[in-house]
């Protein structure tokens, strides 16, 4: 079992930049897929992006390519989120998940996800 924590959200101007943080305690973080999660009030939570348990594979929503980069670090149990050229509909609740799998490629589905943070709020102002 991983016990996944964010941090890193808070409240920005448009065109700023944010590094979200998940940070995960438990077993060998290298096992897990991880995704970078969102959800919007009203809206059904999303895939913001997804990387694989070795680092070596990654994919983007098309919201998120170009401006956002997910990479990991399995000595220290970390995944970070660059977000950069923030937009307001980047506003909603972020949330970091986390599957033990053997594949080498990430996951994109979130009900493939077994475990789940208790998310960090990013909220950009225009």
């Known amino acids: 079992q991983v016990q996944l924590v964010e941090s890193g959200g808070g409240l920005v101007q448009a065109g700023d930049s944010l590094s979200l943080s998940c940070a995960a305690s438990g077993r060998t973080f290298s096992v897990y897929a991880v995704g970078w999660f969102r959800q919007a009030p009203g809206k059904e939570r999303e895939l913001v992006a997804a990387?694989?348990?070795?680092?070596?594979?990654?994919t983007y929503a098309d919201s998120a390519k170009d401006r956002f980069t997910i990479v990991r670090d399995n000595a220290k149990n970390a995944v970070r989120l660059q977000m950069n050229s923030l937009k307001p509909e980047d506003t909603a609740v972020y949330y970091c998940?986390?599957?033990?799998?053997?594949?080498?490629?990430?996951?994109?589905?979130?009900?493939?996800?077994?475990?789940w943070g208790q998310g960090t709020q990013v909220t950009v102002s225009s």
């Open positions: 998940a986390a599957r033990q799998t053997l594949s080498v490629i990430y996951i994109v589905q979130s009900s493939e996800y077994d475990y």
């Open positions: 990387i694989s348990r070795t680092g070596d594979r990654r």
